[in-house]
């Protein structure tokens, strides 16, 4: 049987209102554990043995990065405003091309669907379309019979949300996340990472539960506490730690001394040095902390910036750098302010302290064993333990 | 008996906190810094965004009050702040409360039990004149 899919990737209209979004890409083209669930959900129908596969894009989820070379799936962008029309378009050409099924699915939501159930379960009901669903709610996974074009087109023109004809519901009962916000693409990873999902993180499992993709780099001196994912070309700066299923993605850079604690770095993403990051998905200008749900604007460099994407550029960046560091240090070294000197410990002793001096009329010294026994000592512990 | 006649000063943090602003502020609040003793509350309820000159400006201000035996503490810190403070590992050098009102009391807190019980019975107590 000649059965096709179509994947969708669109924008949905809540994320576009968001006038902060932790990332301008739809969940579905982010790497989570080094790949995108697009790119999972591709591996996943080649798997039931569902090809050709054709995605379609609008212009808010560039498909760019994915590039046609004419065996794997067929990557189409389009427009906002003409995406479902070319979604039914597409939906045409594959039935001309001889599909006998169509696998409509749209990302959004990233659902382990065992497709040989569902489109027996299809072929058992005899029904025009079959849509996938959950305990709580309907997926937009559908089985849409070739010649049913009519009903292709209906559901296509009302964006998914409506079948002309009854549509029975086949129970999924697999691995399923909404990936709508942060906090989905980091229970994502997490589930990924711990195992929950039949997909696997990329690259290979270096120790037991930690996996590092090819060119990531780990200095000596950091630590990687299991479960945790490196992606490639990632750098992890020495003395940082990456712990508690924590996922940096392909290209990022973690900062020494930083540790990253249940928390996702999003790819080519740099956090600077001796920071904290937990319970957070970092993207380049952004912070979205989960246990607060706020994603922060970070403007600030030292903290959160980015790595330039083309390798050409990095080399410049890093080129520049290098040339302006001597310059830098000699110029601090010439004009730059001379330390304060350190006061001589025994002559800080013997002064004065202006506080205790001009406050409670001690004319005495900060450290004087005379003095100490004047003042209470209850009152001096009152004061160091302060209102604890 | 007094107890803390020294005032509490209580100050709100501008909405953005970069170089500029920072220094701007940290003017502000030099003369407060230098006082003796100094109580100083930094309401952060207004601040949209922080980045580390913020963070170095508030760090160098706990230790001016520290230095004259004094101390800073923040009020009402807006997630955003929260999200900086904690990404900086600073939250736990600083006492934080939920209000300016809550910081400022804070500052009588730290009264020996005996002492505080002693004003305590000092103000139930009617005074001499009416008893008279």
Known sequence: ?388 | MEINSRPVIVKRMPERVNARTAREFLQDVQPFLTADRPQIVFDLSQVKQLDSSGVEMLLRCMSEAHKRDGDLKLAAPSAQASVVLELTRTERLFEIYDTSTDAARSFSGFLPNALRQQLLHQKQSPPATLAA
């Open chain 1, 1 to 388: 049987m000649d059965i096709r899919a179509l994947v969708l990737v669109n924008q949905s209209t809540e994320v576009l209102a968001d006038p902060l979004p932790f990332s301008s890409l739809p969940p579905a083209l982010l790497e989570v554990a080094g790949k995108t669930p697009l790119e999972r959900t591709i591996e996943r129908l080649l798997r039931f043995g569902i090809q050709p596969i054709t995605v379609i894009s609008d212009s808010a989820s560039p498909l760019s990065a994915y590039a046609s070379d004419g065996s794997g799936p067929i990557y189409v962008n389009s427009t906002r405003e003409l995406f479902w029309r070319a979604a039914e378009s597409s939906f045409n050409d594959l039935i001309q091309e001889g599909a006998e099924l169509v696998v409509v699915l749209s990302l959004g939501a990233y659902a382990e669907i065992d497709f040989e159930k569902m489109v027996q379960f299809h072929l058992d009901q005899h029904a025009r379309v079959t849509q996938a669903c959950t305990e709580a709610k309907a997926l937009e996974v559908f089985c849409i019979s070739a010649s049913r074009r009519n009903d292709a087109a209906s559901l296509f023109r009302s964006q998914l949300t409506k079948c002309r004809s009854e549509c029975p519901l086949f129970a999924h009962t697999g691995y399923t996340n909404q990936l709508k916000d942060a906090r989905d693409l980091r229970q994502f990873a997490i589930d990924i990472l711990t195992l929950k999902t039949e997909t696997r993180p990329a690259g290979s499992e270096v120790r037991p539960g930690i996996w590092v993709e090819q060119g990531a780099l780990v200095e000596k001196g950091a630590r990687l506490v299991a479960p945790a994912f490196i992606g490639a070309f990632a750098k992890i700066r020495t003395h940082a730690v990456i712990t508690r299923c924590s996922s940096v993605e392909h290209h990022a850079q973690i900062d020494c001394g930083t540790v990253a604690e249940n928390s996702t770095v999003l790819p080519y993403c740099r956090v600077g040095a001796c920071l904290d990051v937990a319970h957070s998905v970092v993207g380049t200008a952004t912070i979205t902390n989960l246990r607060r749900d706020v994603t922060v604007e970070i403007l600030d460099t030292k903290l959160v910036s980015y790595v330039l994407a083309t390798p050409g550029n990095r080399l410049m960046r890093a080129a520049a750098e290098l040339v302006s560091f001597l310059p830098k240090q000699m110029w601090q070294g010439l004009f730059g302010g001379r330390k304060p000197q350190q006061p001589d410990l025994q002559a800080a002793l013997q002064q004065t302290s202006p506080s205790l001096g001009g406050a409670a009329g001690y004319e005495t010294p900060a450290c004087d064993t005379d003095a100490a026994e004047k003042f209470p000592s209850n009152l001096a512990i009152v004061r160091r333990y302060g209102n604890q």
